[in-house]
């Protein structure tokens, strides 16, 4: 038998034949140690790919979170505005200040203007119109713009 580095040659004998057979040396402790660093360098991956996914996940539910208290806190504000808002208290309010309305008993007061003095007119300055273009007019009908 010849034996070299990394394989030996085995020759017997069957049946009148010389059969030759190559055997490598294997070692199971390394071949075993191989698989276990790939089984483990896959696991870690995808531990890692999963940690990533809960860390994505976990800032969208707080990010939902917060949105769902803003919303009920919208919601508890405008149902205190809708109940505030078919209250006596609210229709008063309003028949005071915008209505203009006075209740029984109440004294209205209208300001006058001191005797001699002429009162003081806020004076709205008109609009002025500047003449447009034909092409202007055209270019507004058309595109809306000049």
Not at 27 to 52: M, P, T, Y
Not at 67 to 86: D, K, P, R, S, W
Not at 96 to 117: C, F, H, S, W
Not at 125 to 131: D, G, R, V
């Amino acid at each position: 038998m010849a034996y070299s580095n990394l394989k030996s040659l085995l020759i017997y004998e069957t049946s009148g034949k010389i059969e030759a057979m190559i055997t490598l040396p294997i070692n199971v402790r390394r071949v075993a140690g191989i698989v276990g660093f790939i089984i483990l360098s896959f696991v870690i991956l995808e531990s890692n790919r999963r940690i990533e996914e809960l860390n994505l996940l976990n800032k969208q539910y707080e990010l939902v979170q917060k949105q769902a208290t803003q919303a009920v806190g919208t919601q508890i504000n405008l149902q205190t505005q809708v109940a505030f808002a078919g209250s006596t208290a609210a229709v008063e309010e309003w028949a005071r200040t915008e209505g203009k309305y006075v209740q029984n008993g109440d004294l209205p007061m209208v300001p006058l203007a001191q005797p001699g003095t002429t009162p003081l007119e806020a004076s709205v300055p008109a609009p002025q119109s500047t003449p447009l273009a034909k092409w202007q007019i055209w270019w507004d009908l058309f595109f809306g713009e000049h």
